[in-house]
């Protein structure tokens, strides 16, 4: 299976498969869009993706772009949108990179070169010339952000949202790009709040072009291939850039094009790309509230305003979005894919780790479910502070670990074994640290305490003197003896 190269391309695949509804009843993008989502978000395995082709927008004229949602949300559609029949094929060639040595001899030595050139083709190409995102430009008084279907979510949102987009900044020191996934409300005819959390780069590119006092460029660029717009929402280092990543992951190099009017380059086959600045002069303005992926409404809060200078497409564009809200949503399916696709080089620095899994129920930096393989006294608790210790992952509340049997991603099973095993004082640990912008329970703003659960089996040495039990397992020749009888025993269904 090839990667896709437009966002078209991934809806005519998935309608093609017949994951696809397209609704063509007017649906207003005030609440209805996101309520029919929503609802469908939560079907059996994510629901269909949706082609809304019919939207209203909010004074009630229809829309000219139709909007595309949930389109990444089931284990088959993410998958599909990567080029991938199996997420962990991804980890796996991950790995035999992380693994390669370089063998003894000539032949050896060749013999590798064709993985380093596949290295070598990841880098993304900027292309001289227009492109499809620049097929139609609009500048000056033809800029109208009211015209573009922006999504009111939920009933108390303060206003509309780009909910899917990829922003794109650079470090105004060492030049490296970033393309990052944030929330953004629309303020106005040409302007844009932008929800940049403290943790996240984009703001950290902001807070140093505050500190030399000049205009940030940025670019939000909306649909694309499908394994950039997922790149945007992936955990990568501060010195990787995203687009170098989609390249890995569509084994071939991303697109892009010079913007008109900033000094970055956006994906040439995006469907929409506003470009504009951000003046660190400027007040900063009131953006939301806002109903999150957490199931609460984040609060309104002051964030830095973006003035949309130009907005480019293609002749035939799609609105991708997406909502959040309380899970399981799509956003739990792009999560599942970061789980599987950074595995190997979680066990790079931490080699004991087996498996790991942020159930829905979690939203991500609520719960952590980690098995390793045990050697030693104290090993669980070394494997929760290596992991607060791993980027985004210091914002997990609580971690619990298991042994290396466990299937972690059944939380019925993990939470099973977690619960028979653990003595809750002996086993819990608790840490203070860093804590999600979107937390709402911690003591302090982005500050608070986390849980770790030792739920292994306990060493001597850890104090426990008693045996431990083996769990219950059929052996197997009954199992067989079973087996060859069950369809005549009338119980199938």
């Known amino acids: 299976m090839n990667a896709f190269d ?11 498969a017949g994951e696809l509804v397209r609704v063509r009843e007017p649906v207003s993008v005030d609440r209805e869009l996101c309520e029919i989502a929503d609802r469908t978000m939560k079907m059996p395995g994510g629901g269909p993706a949706l082609l809304f082709e019919h939207v209203l927008l909010m004074d009630g004229s229809r829309s000219a772009y139709p909007v595309g949602i949930n ?19 991804i980890g796996d060639r991950i790995t035999e990179l992380l693994n390669m040595k370089v ?7 060749l013999s590798l070169l064709p993985k380093l050139l596949e290295v070598s083709k990841f880098p993304p190409r900027t292309k001289s010339g227009g492109a499809a995102s ?7 008084d033809d800029v109208d952000l009211t015209k573009l279907p922006l999504l009111k979510c939920w009933p108390e949102d303060g206003g509309e949202y780009l909910t899917f987009p990829m922003v794109i900044t650079k470090d105004p020191v060492r030049g490296i790009r970033n393309v990052g996934m944030y929330r953004i409300m629309r303020t106005g005819r040409a302007t844009l709040a932008m929800h940049w959390q403290r943790h996240k780069v984009g703001a950290a590119h902001w807070r140093e072009m505050a500190e030399r006092g000049e205009k940030m460029h940025v670019c939000i660029a909306l649909g694309a291939d499908p394994p950039s717009m997922y790149s945007a929402s992936a955990p990568l280092p501060p010195t990787v850039d995203e687009f170098i990543f989609a390249g890995f992951l569509r084994s071939k190099p991303v697109q892009l094009v010079k913007a008109l009017t900033c000094d970055l380059e956006v994906p040439a086959e995006a469907d929409f790309v506003l470009e504009g600045y951000i003046d660190p002069a400027e007040a900063l303005v009131m953006e939301g509230p806002f109903g999150d992926h957490t199931g609460y409404y984040s609060l309104a809060d002051e964030y830095p305003q973006v003035h949309v200078t130009t907005i480019t497409m293609r002749k035939k564009p799609i609105m991708p979005a997406t909502i959040v809200g309380r899970p399981p949503m799509e956003d739990f399916y792009l999560g599942h894919a970061t789980e599987r696709i950074f595995l190997p080089l979680l066990k790079l ?5 087996v498996d790991y899994h942020m159930p829905a129920e979690g939203i991500f930096h609520n719960l952590v479910f980690v098995s390793i393989r045990k050697d030693f006294p104290g090993q669980a608790h070394k494997v929760m502070n ?10 997990a509340k609580v971690i619990v670990v298991v042994d290396h049997w466990v299937n972690v991603r059944d939380p019925k099973e993990a939470w099973w074994v977690a619960l028979n095993n653990i003595d809750p004082e002996r086993d819990a640990r608790f840490t203070m640290g860093p804590m999600d912008v979107l937390d709402h329970a911690s003591r302090a703003f982005t500050y608070g305490s986390k849980m ?4 292994t089996r306990k060493l001597p040495e850890e104090g426990f003197t008693r045996d431990w039990p083996k769990v219950i397992v059929m052996d197997p020749e009954t199992k067989q003896k079973v087996d060859a009888r069950w369809s005549k025993l009338g119980i199938a269904r």
Not at 71 to 89: H, I, P, Q, W, Y
Not at 103 to 109: E, F, R
Request: glycine residues 14%; negative net charge.
């Open 103 to 109: 063998p003894d001899g000539l032949l050896g030595k």
């Open 71 to 89: 389109l990444f949300g089931s284990m088959k559609r993410m998958a599909m949108s990567l080029g991938v029949t199996d997420l962990d094929s």
């Open 6 to 16: 437009t966002l078209q391309d991934f809806v005519d695949a998935l309608d093609g």
């Open 134 to 140: 620049q097929e139609v430009v609009l500048k000056g």
């Open 386 to 395: 290596a992991l607060w210790g791993q980027g985004l992952m210091s914002l």
């Open 452 to 455: 770790g659960l030792d739920a």
């Open 349 to 353: 620095t931490i080699p004991e780790v």
